[in-house]
């Protein structure tokens, strides 16, 4: 299955749309993640994440032509993002697929993505809690 047609076979925008909703309504209550992001709501980031995920899964490229080359890790640098952010953003991320209605071959393919870009964001150590 190509990026087309993993769009395509979600249903297209609409299931973006839905998806970025379910992860949105768990980070607006994490009292970890919720920090990270500095607009008073959430409607412009859960925009851009719609957009971005659509275009990379074979959508319109509506995400480049308002903000151009996503960048993720230069986008996310001025975040502190460790492994208990990575793990928590995983948490809702995961849910929101797996409540979604996507076929299981699409859901195996957004699991395996989103697990790898979170990792990608990484961009301080862990901390050693006592």
Known sequence: ???LELYEAVGGMPFFE????????????DPVLR???PEPDLAGARRRLTL??????GG???YSDERGHPALRMRHA???IGGLERDRWLVHMRAAIDASTAP???KARLHAYVSMAAEAMRNRPDEIRR
């Open 18 to 29: 839905a998806l970025v909703d379910r992860f949105y309504a768990g980070v607006a209550l």
């Open 78 to 80: 001025p975040f502190p």
């Open 35 to 37: 920090p990270l992001y």
């Open 1 to 3: 299955m190509r990026q």
């Open 60 to 62: 319109p490229s509506t």
């Open 52 to 57: 971005f995920l659509a275009q990379y899964w």
């Open 104 to 106: 299981s071959d699409a």
